[in-house]
Structure formats: structure tokens, C-alpha cells
Nanobody, 134 residues
Framework: QVQVVESGGGLVQPGGSLRLSCAASGFTLDTSAIGWFRQVPGKEREGVSCISSSDGSTYYADSVKGRFAISRDNAKNTVYLEMNSLKPEDTATYYC???????????????????????????WGQGTQVTVSS
């Protein structure tokens, strides 16, 4: 059984940093695309950053480009989202998703962060809250 657990959220002041972790069990992360998403109540879920399974390429939403960094530690079967220079508009519940279909292994990172791609992920974490406020 695949389980995905996020951690690392919290309250941080504007300009601060957080590192979110996404740990998987029952599944090997390096065989799948991986995505970090965020959602604010009343709004659609947004793809923040994704890694493709084909070549490890990455995608970042324009709103986080240059501030966030996604990385993967295969030995720990964990994916991270390093978030720097946080802004109040980064406040959201952040979700990790993985277990992408093998038949879509050719898809690039941009696809996995899109509305279509995120619907293909079969395993999602419970979410971790990030609040950026002074």
C-alpha cells in the first residue's frame, strides 16, 4: 500500500524559509513523476513544482520561480520543497503527489503540474499547512 506523508509546514514571517518533506512508503519515488501542489479554500489547486520521471526535469510555477526548489533524495525515498523568500500569498495547504502511471512516463514536468497531469497522480498526501504572516 502506497502512503505519502508531507511534513514541514508551519507559520513563518514574510521573507522566511521552510522546507517541506514528502516521504513515501510502499513505493519508490524515483520511478514516478512527483508534484507539489497548493490550495487555498475557494480556489483551484495549483501546481507549484513537479519533477518528471523520464529525465528528472523540473517545472516551477511562475509565482515561485527563483524562490522554491524541488529535490529528491532517492536513498531516503523523500522529496523536498525548499521555499525561500516566502510571501503572504504563499499561504496555502501544500500537497505532495506521486505514483504516476508508467504509460505516461514520457510526460514532462510541465504536464505533471497541469490540471491534466495532477489528475493522473494516484497517491496524495494529507497536506501540510504553510502560513506566511507577520
Amino acid at each position: 500500500q502506497v502512503q505519502v506523508v508531507e511534513s514541514g509546514g508551519g507559520l513563518v514571517q514574510p521573507g522566511g524559509s521552510l522546507r517541506l518533506s514528502c516521504a513515501a512508503s510502499g513505493f519508490t519515488l524515483d520511478t514516478s513523476a512527483i508534484g507539489w501542489f497548493r490550495q487555498v479554500p475557494g480556489k483551484e489547486r495549483e501546481g507549484v513544482s513537479c519533477i518528471s520521471s523520464s529525465d528528472g526535469s523540473t517545472y516551477y510555477a511562475d509565482s515561485v520561480k527563483g524562490r522554491f526548489a524541488i529535490s529528491r533524495d532517492n536513498a531516503k525515498n523523500t522529496v523536498y520543497l525548499e521555499m525561500n523568500s516566502l510571501k503572504p500569498e504563499d499561504t496555502a495547504t501544500y500537497y505532495c503527489a506521486t505514483d504516476s502511471p508508467a504509460e505516461l512516463s514520457f510526460a514532462g514536468a510541465y504536464y505533471w503540474c497541469s490540471t491534466y497531469g495532477q489528475a493522473e497522480f494516484r497517491s496524495w498526501g494529507q497536506g501540510t499547512q504553510v502560513t506566511v504572516s507577520s
